[in-house]
T-cell receptor, first 116, second 111 residues
Framework: NAGVTQTPKFQVLKTGQSMTLQCAQDMNHEYMSWYRQDPGMGLRLIHYSVGAGITDQGEVPNGYNVSRSTTEDFPLRLLSAAPSQTSVYFC???????????????FGSGTQLSVL | GDSVTQMEGPVTLSEEAFLTINCTYTATGYPSLFWYVQYPGEGLQLLLKATKADDKGSNKGFEATYRKETTSFHLEKGSVQVSDSAVYFCALLYGNNRLAFGKGNQVVVIP
């Protein structure tokens, strides 16, 4: 029962490099999302998806792209990394049934990204 | 927009002390409210939730009551343990699909 799996756990990039943070869940959840966590800022929503082929922007989408080709996977792409993107990134998922207001988010263990 | 506000600063207290972490919210309509906990090096985990006014969420000795009249959802525990040391986040579900988090409070329990 893996839950939400994120890779890598740590990554160091140089300014301008690109990379993809991977997120996979095995709970058949329709809803998936990406957050970034910064000191004193809490968690801020980057992008989310309510199902395969459907994505939408959160609070801080600039500099990030997402796609959702399968229910299981929701990768986050940084096309040209900037120091301001140094953060801890969390992927989270939940169901979207009729009880969605009760549904808890399941979080991955996070990716710590440093952009030099 | 819809948001939650948590009290500023870390909380340090002795084992068996009473813990309160304040959370107030701003929202249109009737949001669902949550407390999440983050242990060192881990992702967040749901601690408790409430989906309508006067609901009380409870788990692991923690409680929070959804107070519409004061737009609050304060977290309380009567007797904390060292193992309760973590970061606690208040959160609000709005627009069906967006969960807004507060800035979090670091709780340190000293033996």
């Amino acid at each position: 029962n893996a839950g939400v799996t994120q890779t890598p756990k740590f990554q160091v990039l140089k300014t301008g490099q690109s990379m993809t943070l991977q997120c996979a869940q095995d709970m058949n959840h329709e809803y998936m999302s990406w957050y970034r966590q910064d000191p004193g800022m809490g968690l801020r929503l980057i992008h989310y998806s309510v199902g395969a082929g459907i994505t939408d922007q959160g609070e801080v989408p600039n500099g990030y792209n997402v796609s959702r080709s399968t229910t299981e996977d929701f990768p986050l792409r940084l096309l040209s990394a900037a120091p301001s993107q140094t953060s801890v990134y969390f992927c989270a998922s939940r169901g979207t049934g009729t009880g969605y207001r009760n549904e808890k988010l399941f979080f991955g263990s996070g990716t710590q990204l440093s952009v030099l | 927009g819809d948001s939650v506000t948590q009290m500023e600063g870390p909380v340090t207290l002795s084992e068996e002390a009473f813990l309160t972490i304040n959370c107030t919210y701003t929202a249109t309509g009737y949001p669902s409210l949550f407390w999440y906990v983050q242990y060192p090096g881990e992702g967040l985990q749901l601690l408790l939730k409430a989906t309508k006014a006067d609901d009380k969420g409870s788990n692991k000795g923690f409680e929070a009551t959804y107070r519409k009249e004061t737009t609050s959802f304060h977290l309380e525990k009567g007797s904390v343990q060292v193992s309760d040391s973590a970061v606690y986040f208040c959160a609000l579900l709005y627009g069906n699909n967006r969960l807004a988090f507060g800035k979090g409070n670091q709780v340190v329990v000293i033996p």
